[in-house]
């Protein structure tokens, strides 16, 4: 049984994102941090994976967290350095633990790399092999993107890769970041004219600190910045750059907990607008933060969907 296809279609899933911590200090920490989420009743949580299974240990030590909190975990996984007989045995080391859904993607290129380094370059072959190999014991989420991927040639063709990550037997979509609404609105349009069908699973990005927003932006995902969140970004800057460790600006702390605070705000309006469009989901990318996470979704109303 598809589970997460299945609450989708019936009523807006609510989720969260978290990431293996690289301390054995975070480590500890973080069963605390999801029996604070979990409070939320969650559909699910989803955890990062590292390009080529660079911690996928930790990564499969969330999920058994994840497991005893009572909620259902999503482990990421990537085309990056893996083999065809890798992935078979990974998946079924999941599979053997109770972990039976997965977000299938390319994954970022390590620095340098030109290629996967693996057997499969894209996320369609790997949703094809998992389908094939695996049938319906697991459950697979593929990656959208609103804007269009950074390395694919044009929008269109990049709607059309999703296309085919549907008929290649994938279950649902998760977004990556997107600000920019009316351009969202488009894309939704546009796949559902394209007859990809998969429930949306909207990932939201809190605003909450000036260098991290534009970081995430830029630095992977090209992503648009609205004129509402670049001017909260201009209103509150940090002098000379908010990514200086020293800045000669009096007034960081001021201006640093009044952009998390107009942060907030636009993250909650974000989330009104994603959900006046229909959409089957709301995932959150908690970052690790339970407390910040939680005053936003006390904050907007969220709980009346959970």
């Known amino acids: 049984m598809k589970q997460l296809t299945a609450i989708m279609k019936e009523r807006t899933a609510f989720s969260f994102e978290l990431f293996p911590p690289k301390t054995d200090k975070g480590m500890e920490n973080l069963p605390g941090t999801i029996e604070h989420l979990c409070e939320f009743k969650p559909d699910y949580i989803s955890v990062t994976y590292g390009a080529g299974g660079t911690n996928v240990g930790k990564n499969m030590d969330v999920c058994g967290m994840i497991q005893k909190a009572g909620t259902t975990p999503v482990t990421h996984f990537t085309c990056i350095g893996n083999t065809r007989e890798g992935i078979k045995e990974q998946l079924q080391d999941y599979l053997d633990h109770g972990v039976n859904n997965m977000l299938a993607l390319r994954g970022d290129l390590p620095f340098g790399w030109t290629g996967t380094g693996g057997d499969f370059a894209y996320a369609t072959d790997l949703v094809a092999f998992v389908r094939k190999e695996f049938g319906d014991k697991i459950e697979i989420a593929v990656a959208g993107s609103p804007e269009g991927h950074i390395s694919c040639r044009s929008l269109e063709a990049d709607i ?110 974000q989330m009104d607008e994603y959900r006046a469009c229909g959409v089957d989901g709301i995932h959150m990318y908690a970052l690790n933060k339970w407390k910040d996470v939680s005053e936003i979704i006390n904050r907007s109303g969220l709980r009346t969907i959970v």
Request: aromatic content about 10%; proline content about 5%.
């Open 160 to 269: 059309a890769v999703l296309k085919q990550k549907q008929d290649n037997g994938a279950d649902y979509i998760m977004t990556q970041l997107c600000w920019d609404m009316e351009q969202f609105k488009r894309w939704l349009d546009a796949i559902r004219k394209a007859g990809i069908t998969m429930p949306v699973d909207v990932g939201i990005m809190p605003i909450l600190d000036m260098a991290a927003t534009i970081n995430m932006a830029l630095s992977r995902n090209a992503c648009v910045m609205d004129r509402k969140l670049c001017e909260i970004i201009s209103k509150n800057w940090i002098f000379p750059n908010p990514f200086d460790k020293e800045p000669f600006d009096a007034a960081v702390d001021e201006k640093k907990a009044a952009f998390k605070e107009a942060g907030i705000e636009y993250t909650i309006k």
